[in-house]
């Protein structure tokens, strides 16, 4: 994960120094001397300089001591109240961060820098930080999320220097594409991966890059050639990258050329000249001593000679990846223990930072309370004088409030009295079913009377009249009285509406307006559900709402 890392385009907006301290820097190879000469500053924007290039010195063998002094860059930044240093620091302890991995943080710094840069309308610092996000999401394998900051940053560098003649974006602008194509190669766009790392090539051409671009560019359009099978176009690029490495005297890049070549001889069968390759590119491995090519490579020579049936091969290699994995993975477990060391130094730090901020604002906190004190004095003071007024005004609410309590127990009785009225409305629709029920019984017992026993016939006779006399015939009238009772001018006002209303449609009316449903309608007055949706459209037409949105018992509900 380092090596791709490394790989990816971060803008490092170098800084010159002034006079001596410059040549001083020049001077200075390792972070000993560049400590060494820390202490013969005097000036904290000088100090925020060196602090900077001591944390890149350790950023590849010291996590920790290159957090602290891009950690101390920005603390001594802050102090000179400089917003070209501050930037400069914020942006480079995203740089720190994001090479430890520490991606949340390193995107905490690169917003700073670009909320600093937007304050100053800079087009050109928002695409450096435009950049860098993409390039954390891109190492998050966010892809969408780097390609939209990535194309942003194209433009605004296009905005920003229209006519192409800044000699640093000129010099960056293969990294950016080179960036750009790896998005587009993990999102499966291949054609416009490639693109962009032709068009990378050209740049870089025009530029005069140095040979680490060009070896980057045309190694991924061979890697990405060879994913695509497209294997007459995948050996040149390679083979390209592979001299320019070797020019540059860069092994670890000749080792990884040798490791795509080498697949590419396996995938095209010339068995021979992949066990060639894939050998050179874990010797190369070994004299860079990175675990992570030996781990990559010798797993690569493990498949390569298992698919030979050469099993003694297959099992050295196999040993030798598990040797290399284990290695790694403590490697990387050693890293991830300082990153959640730093992580939690950072937030530690952060937590510190709020104790102060807390603390400094009690004290202002503290300052107003005497303020407000001496200003409450003043105010009971003149409250004093006004003590009376406040009692009659108190008097007043008082009253106020008695009458609200007065009003709501009115309500409450109110609301009580109209529940036991519609209990008692319930009640009595229960029993005009129950007269319904009775009713159809003593019908069905008439009408079937002749298929009984003559003997029998004088009994069922007397069943029936029985249950005439059980039937409450004035059951519809005592409901009339009860709904009434809840809802007092309900018919009147229903009748100046439509005065031809029959008794049926002012019962469903009553119904409706008791929020009933069809169904349950339906099922109190022993029709079907069907004769009742026919009897609301009657009712709708009567109550002249057929051409209205209005629901039949929205409209009898605002009746009362």
Known sequence: MQSFKKSLFLFLILLLFNGSISNKLVAAHDPESLLQLFETLTDDSAKVYLNV???????????KLSIKYADEALKIAKKTRNPDIIAFAVFNAGNAYFFQGIYDKAIQFYYDYLNIMREKDSKRGIAFARSNLAAVKLSM?????????????LKLLDEADPNKTDTLVQQQMPHLLNNMGI????????DSALHYYQLGIELAKKAKSDDYVFGNLYNNIGSLQLSEKNYDLAREPIQQALRIRQKDNNLAGQASSHDFLAKY????????????HFLKAYNLAK?????????????????YFKKQNNLDSALKYHELYKSHDDSLNRENTVKEITRMELTTSFQEKENLQRLEQKKRELRYIIMGVVLVLSLVIFILLFMLSQNRLRRMRLAKANEELFSRNYELEKQNLEKELEIKNKELTTNVMYLIRKNELIKQIAEELTANSQAFKKENQELIRRIVRDLDKAQQSDIWDEFEIRFQQVHNAFYEKLMQINPELSLNERRL????RLNMTTKEIASITGQSVRSIEVARTRLRKKLNLTNSDTSLSDFLSRID
Do not use: W
């Open 53 to 63: 290039d001591i944390s890149r010195a350790y950023s590849d063998n010291d996590l």
């Open 141 to 153: 394998k966010s892809y969408q999320e780097a390609k939209i900051d990535l194309i942003e940053t």
């Open 183 to 190: 998005i587009h190669q993990n999102l499966g766009n291949a």
């Open 265 to 276: 001889y396996q995938e095209t069968g010339q068995n021979d000249s992949a066990m060639f």
């Open 287 to 303: 004299v860079v001593a990175s675990t992570e090519l030996k781990t990559r490579i010798s797993e690569n020579l493990y498949i």
């Open 509 to 512: 009316c009553a119904f409706l």
